[in-house]
């Protein structure tokens, strides 16, 4: 009887140092890991490096993303090219875009104005959309001069933001 109880006791030993074993290599590592991962997030991007030239030089625009109708400030609105300018952001895809850009081409043909029209399931047009460092989250989206608005409206509703933005 006491040997067959010392074998066991052997055997468990043997396995409670497997364990063991387990876990320090398991500790060392996660420990490693979690080094690795805070060396690696503690890199600078070039972006967000100080920038010390003294060429007075002004910082790139951040992007905004359009969530909601408002408005740029007259200092946002000619950094990004968009003041006089009447765009609208659409895609193919999209079925209010479809429905609404014949009653917002007229509108801006009635005065006089010829929009810019992108479709952003276009990659050129993603493109020159970004060039404005702007951002949307549904379509359609139009910009008038320096102010934005969300979602399709009536013809009068184009040529009373057009007239907003010419006065």
């Known amino acids: 009887m006491k040997q067959i109880y010392k074998g066991c ?3 468990c030993n043997i396995k409670m140092l497997d364990k063991r074993k387990y876990s320090k290599n398991t500790f060392i590592i996660l420990v490693t890991t979690l080094f690795i991962a805070l060396v690696l997030s503690s890199c600078s991007s070039p ?4 920038n010390n030239n003294s060429n007075n030089q002004t ?9 909601d109708s ?10 990004r090219n968009l003041t006089g300018k009447i765009i609208m952001l659409e895609s193919k895809y999209c079925g ?6 014949p009653e917002f081409i007229k509108a801006c043909e009635e005065k006089g104005i010829t929009p810019e029209i992108l479709d952003l399931s276009i990659a050129e047009n993603m493109e020159k959309m970004e060039q404005y460092n702007l951002q949307i989250k549904f379509t359609p989206t139009f910009i008038f001069g320096c102010d934005y608005y969300i979602g399709a409206v009536s013809k009068q509703d184009y040529v009373n933001r057009i007239n907003k933005m010419n006065n």
Do not use: K, R, V, Y
């Open 9 to 11: 006791f052997n055997l």
């Open 47 to 50: 972006n967000s490096i100080p």
């Open 59 to 67: 910082d790139p625009l951040t992007i905004i993303t359009i969530t």
């Open 70 to 79: 408002g408005s740029f400030t007259q200092e946002e609105c000619s950094a």
């Open 96 to 101: 209010a875009c479809q429905h609404t850009m």
